[in-house]
């Protein structure tokens, strides 16, 4: 896992799977998660930054839109609500990523994060229709 510590980002592209970002600033960065390990993301201030998907986690958004309105609706509306509600924040180790445990204790999802201070999220524009 590559470690970003009180690291700037400045209008640049960040590759988030499989890094962490602790106590960094993003401005004008493009945040692109493409389905690989769950970044950890910890004390981060984020700057009119975007967010995208690509890879994995872009066909499993196409996925659920296409489930979504071929009729699926209430399932993937239970799926979101299921997380928000933060079912599917812990998963199951694998036992070539960790070692070896000898309790049951729960493993928290390298997804959980403190939630970042935004402080400026750019608006869209209205579209004439």
Known sequence: MTVHEGQDFDNARVELDGAAFRNCRFSGCEMVYSGGHPPEI????????????????????????????????????????????????????????????????????????????ILRVPRKPPTDS
């Open 42 to 117: 910890s004390g981060c201030h984020f700057d009119d930054c975007t967010w995208s998907f690509g890879g994995s986690a872009a066909l499993t958004l196409g996925f659920l839109s296409a489930m979504h309105g071929g009729g699926f609706a209430p399932l993937i509306e239970n799926t979101f609500e299921l997380a928000r509600q933060g079912h599917f924040l812990t998963v199951p180790e694998t036992p070539a990523e960790s070692p070896r445990r000898d309790d049951d204790a729960k493993v928290d999802h390298p997804l959980m994060f403190r939630i970042p201070r």
